[in-house]
């Protein structure tokens, strides 16, 4: 390729002697969109970090523009147009939007930081992701997940970028953000400059996409400009194997039997002005999908059920007794258990810096203690269990949970939550960014947990999750449930009009 | 619009406003249960004896700002003190070169603590207790006696309003001029003190520098993603405190006409600037709060101090009132959890 604005040439890394990336040719052409595919630990996100110099190649070497080059830190590869939004978000919290927009080069006037040229240029950039209702004096830490994404786009904008990778950059984002971010690549696209797309939903990549690129076990199998294969042949090369049906079959609906009173049952459940009357039910063998825009109180109703939030108002009843859990210490040691898997897995969800046996115990300690004391013995057996049922890919029970890859650590997080045995099970977008095998492995395990009893709700951004999923669905928006369908009545058209409160039967 | 603005100040500096608030509260009562209240003599004596204090407290603000603590700042003092003591006579030119060497030795100490803490990679509470022991026997060293020699116009000139300065030195027609009279009973050390604040922490704080400090507390791997200068920072917040401890040696050098390596002063200086740092609304995880609060702090610790003196109590009592004190006062930040719904906001 001669056009190749980055090209790498046999380009090798090794983790103490596990393989991230192996003899790897890639190149990526200027004014071109590009979608990395791949499941986690197929090397995507090794193959960025070494372009945006967070970390060096073992062998082989990176060209820019035909010339030669190293990158030995994030700033190096920066400067040199590269830039990278990572996952993880890199925003600082305590610092202001426009502080934060312009944290690498500040504007500046006599040596120091020209406050009122920083804020011009920060309404600049806002305007340009139309997020012009931020405020560029607030503070980050004060905006919502999906804003921060917004803003770190707009911050990525700033640098004049040759090269933009996005790693996941649009995993919280509402509708209406993402299609913001479709426009400013395809204007970015017709100004030359390459755009590296990494997502684990493939919808955004096929509608973004005009290359893709496929990575498995560390090695590039395969480039082909979109729409030369199918996506079955695409999940296919991804994951070596042919793929089954993505989801399990839903059972189908069953008659409201008189047995079947609810086991969680919600009533006009209020708090601060993000819960504005919610009335909904869970009985036991029942997948309940909460669905609609972010930030539409879901996550505060999994929360307020878990006994996170103060002073919620309304009736919560748990197998027909009133009175929600007063706190997550209640919520699973009640008679009725109750588990979350809560949003953010690494501060909510993990001890990252513990070893994967700790965090699987973390919730369970009562039931694998002798009086005081943490029996061993039992202890162990219930780690085994839980790596066994989860088939968590672990090295030793003993390494950090942090070594893991996102997906295997969003299954710790949930075998934590199985060893208390929970009757009730909250979700709050457990496959946000992991890989689409452990996704289909997510979802078998819904449906058995489901007829195996136990209540789910579950918080999904993804329609097509809710829709392969549920049972019914909950449509939230304002704080309030505006629409709940069921079985076949889920469909993509009704879910999306549901989320904007246009009814359906008018639109 | 100037309104929604003070309403978001006020949110993002809680903790800063509530301090002066404090401060002006406890001074203007002091002055009134004061025989000789709202006198210069009294806000020089009073301003006098906070200026070594204030200087160190700001000092430990950058170590924190950072996530950090500095265990050596009154240590750095004691030494810069020791160092001061020796130099600070003679010819104008000489006494001139003595304080540029006194503020450099700070300076320098912080270099070393500041490469410690990046190169040796070493967390800055325990480097920082090593290197304060050493800063601590260098000044023994120094001066294994207290005492000294510093000259008296000086001592005399920089600790009085600002019309003794000018008779001092012969300058503005002995301090008898018109357009001097406005600034006239000011105390020196309150000029001393905003002279510093305003050249060396501002400027610092509107740095590409500066910035990365607070970047760096706040969330450090954001910070290096960001491409910021992280080592750069941390060795420039730590040289820099090492320059604000000098900056309180060196008065308090000027201030008692005397050097003394005693060990229990410089602990307690420690000790209490970081009492100080938390009085002024920084928070101890880092990245928010700044030296001005700090200094705000400083005064608040001090003013509390006065308070024995006018209200004829047991000096034994000082340390249980003041114990008491700081721990109320500190309880006040503790009020926000009350007002928090969500619980996992405790944990951010």
Redesign the interface.
């Given at each position: 390729m001669t056009d190749a604005i980055i090209e790498y040439r046999g380009i090798s890394k090794h983790f103490s002697g596990i393989r991230a990336l192996e003899n790897v040719d890639f190149a990526c052409s200027a004014g071109s969109i590009h979608g990395i595919l791949g499941e986690n630990g197929a090397g995507k996100s090794t193959l960025i970090k070494i372009m945006s110099g967070v970390l060096q190649p073992d062998a082989g070497e990176i060209r820019l523009e035909g010339r030669p080059v190293a990158f030995a830190s994030p700033r190096a590869a920066g400067d040199a147009g590269i830039i990278c939004m990572f996952q993880e978000l890199s925003l600082i919290p305590d610092l202001t939007v426009a502080d934060n927009l312009s944290i690498s080069d500040p504007p500046r006037r006599l040596g120091l930081i020209d406050r009122r040229a920083q804020k011009a240029r920060a309404e600049k950039l806002l305007a340009r992701v139309r997020c012009e209702d931020v405020d560029p004096n607030a503070l980050v830490r004060e905006l919502s997940l999906s804003r921060r994404q917004m803003i770190e786009i707009a911050k990525a904008l700033g640098r004049d970028p040759k090269v933009l990778i996005l790693d996941e950059a649009t995993s919280a984002l509402t509708a209406r953000d993402v299609q913001t971010v479709y426009d400013l690549l395809a204007d970015l696209k017709s100004k030359g400059v390459a755009s590296l797309f990494i997502s684990h939903r493939m919808h955004e990549v096929d509608a973004l996409c005009d290359t893709l690129s496929v990575f498995r076990n560390g090695r590039h199998i395969e480039t082909f400009a979109k729409g030369a294969k199918n996506g079955r042949e695409i999940v296919k090369l991804m994951i070596g194997r042919d793929v089954e049906a993505q989801f399990p079959p839903r059972p189908p609906a069953r008659p409201e039997a008189r047995e079947d009173r609810p086991l969680l049952q919600v009533s006009g459940l209020t708090w601060e002005d993000r819960l504005n009357g919610i009335d909904l039910s869970v009985r036991r063998g029942e997948i309940v999908g909460l669905g609609g825009l972010d930030g539409q109180g879901q996550k505060e109703l999994l929360l307020a059920l878990f006994g996170v939030l103060e002073q919620v108002g309304g009736e919560i009843a748990i197998a027909g007794q009133s009175g929600g859990p007063a706190s997550p210490a209640a919520a699973k040691s009640g008679r009725t258990r109750m588990a979350l898997v809560p949003e953010d897995r690494k501060t909510e969800g993990l001890m990252l810096g513990m070893s994967i046996a700790d965090n699987l115990l973390a919730a369970c300690q009562a039931r694998i203690s002798r009086g005081p004391f943490i029996d061993p013995q039992r202890a162990r057996q219930a780690v085994a269990d839980g790596i066994a049922k989860l088939q968590i890919k672990v090295g030793s029970p003993q390494d950090a949970v942090m070594t893991l890859s996102g997906g295997n650590q969003q299954k710790v997080v949930i075998a934590k939550w199985l060893m208390i045995d929970p009757d009730i099970i909250l979700l709050n977008d457990p496959t946000r960014g992991i890989d689409v095998g452990t996704k289909q492995e997510i979802y078998r395990l819904m449906r058995d947990l489901a007829d195996a009893g136990k209540a789910i709700l579950f918080y999904s951004s993804d329609y097509a999750e809710l829709i392969g999923c549920c049972d019914r669905v909950a449509v939230l928006y304002g704080g309030r449930v505006v629409s709940e369908q069921s079985g076949d009545g889920i469909t993509e058209e009704s879910l999306v009009a549901a989320s904007l409160n246009i009814d359906p039967r008018a639109a | 619009m100037s309104g929604k603005?003070l309403t978001?100040w006020l949110q993002?500096n809680l903790g800063f406003a509530a301090a002066i608030l404090l401060l002006v509260v406890l001074y203007l009562v002091y002055n009134i249960l004061h025989p000789r209240g709202f006198s210069s003599a009294v806000a020089i004596q009073n301003s006098n004896e906070a200026v070594a204090i204030v200087f160190v407290a700001m000092a430990q603000t950058l170590p924190v700002l950072l996530g950090g603590l500095d265990l050596s700042v009154g240590a750095v003092m004691t030494l810069t003190n020791c160092i001061a003591s020796e130099l600070l006579h003679g010819s104008p030119a000489q006494i001139l070169l003595g304080m540029i060497v006194t503020l450099l030795s700070g300076t320098a100490f912080g270099l070393m603590n500041g490469c410690i803490v990046v190169y040796g990679r070493i967390q800055p509470i325990i480097a920082t207790l090593a290197t304060g022991a050493i800063a601590i026997g260098l000044a023994l060293l120094v001066r294994p006696k207290p005492g000294g020699d510093v000259d008296e116009d000086l001592s005399w000139a920089l600790t009085n309003a600002v019309a003794d300065f000018a008779e001092t030195y012969g300058i503005a027609d002995d301090g008898q001029a018109w357009w001097l009279s406005p600034f006239a009973d000011i105390p020196v050390p309150v000029i001393l003190v905003v002279i510093v604040a305003a050249l060396v922490w501002i400027?610092f704080r509107?740095?590409?520098t500066g910035?990365t400090v607070?970047?760096i507390?706040?969330?450090e791997?954001?910070?290096?993603?960001?491409?910021?200068?992280i080592n750069r920072a941390k060795i420039a917040a730590f040289t820099l405190g090492g320059l604000l401890a000098a900056c309180g040696g060196l008065y308090l050098a000027i201030q008692t006409s005397s050097g003394n390596a005693d060990i229990q002063q410089a602990g307690a200086y420690t000790l209490n600037s970081i009492a100080a740092v938390v009085l002024g609304g920084t928070s101890l995880l880092g990245?928010?709060g700044g030296a001005i609060g700090s200094l705000v702090g400083a005064l608040i610790l001090r003013v509390i101090s006065f308070y024995f003196r006018i209200l004829d109590i047991d000096p034994l009592l000082q340390p249980l009132i003041e114990g008491v004190v700081l721990l109320t006062a500190v309880s006040f930040g503790a009020f926000r959890t009350l007002r928090?719904?969500?619980?996992?906001d405790l944990f951010?």
């Open positions: - | 603005f978001r993002q400027p509107r740095s590409v910035r607070y970047a507390g706040s969330a791997g954001s910070a290096y993603m960001s491409g910021l200068p990245g928010s928090v719904k969500n619980k996992l951010r």
